[in-house]
């Protein structure tokens, strides 16, 4: 298990906590109360501030019932917790739901937090990649999805 270092910056959150021992995700809360029409996005605070070691990083992801029940997602998702940023984590949430508001209250269960190992690399130009089976295909190019009349840009 791997330390990281926190700051309540709102002395009443509780920690990140994981609901059960082997979930990837610890939840997040929100410090403030919030209504989201359909379509609004707002910033919401989570009281928290952590230290990630260097080669780590956190990422904020949604959590699925609310995203589920209420439409209710994250606008960035998953958000980006760099391993030297020291402020305040922030999410950005997002009501995805056509018709219905979408009413928090503080100290709810707003995302989840994912720690990761990332690795840094270095960028080495060529003109020529290493051939693969994929090789340039994307975006459908293996099948399986419904026939639309989606055009590409040709560019
Ligand atoms: O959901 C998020 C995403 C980011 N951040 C904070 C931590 C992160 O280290 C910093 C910068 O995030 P990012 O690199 O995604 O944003 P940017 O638009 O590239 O900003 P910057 O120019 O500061 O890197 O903002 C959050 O608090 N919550
Ligand atoms: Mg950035």
Do not use: C, W
């Amino acid at each position: 298990m791997l330390d990281v270092t926190v700051t309540r910056l709102d002395p009443d959150v509780p920690l990140p906590s994981y609901a059960h021992p082997g979930d990837a995700g610890a939840d997040l809360v929100t410090t403030v109360d919030v209504d989201l029409g359909p379509g609004e996005r707002v910033l919401v605070p989570t009281g928290l501030a952590i230290a990630l070691p260097e080669g780590y990083a956190a990422f904020v992801h949604p959590r699925s019932g609310l995203a589920l029940r209420h439409g209710l997602s994250i606008v960035n998702t998953p958000g980006t917790i760099d391993a030297g940023y020291r402020g305040e984590i922030k999410v950005l949430l997002v009501n995805h739901d056509a018709r219905e508001r979408i009413s928090l209250v503080r100290g709810d269960r707003i995302a989840q937090l994912v720690v990761q190992r990332v690795e840094h690399v270095t960028f080495v130009e060529s003109g020529v990649l290493p051939g693969t089976a994929r090789g340039t295909g994307g975006y459908g190019s293996t099948g399986g999805h419904a026939a639309t009349d989606v055009h590409e840009e040709s560019s």
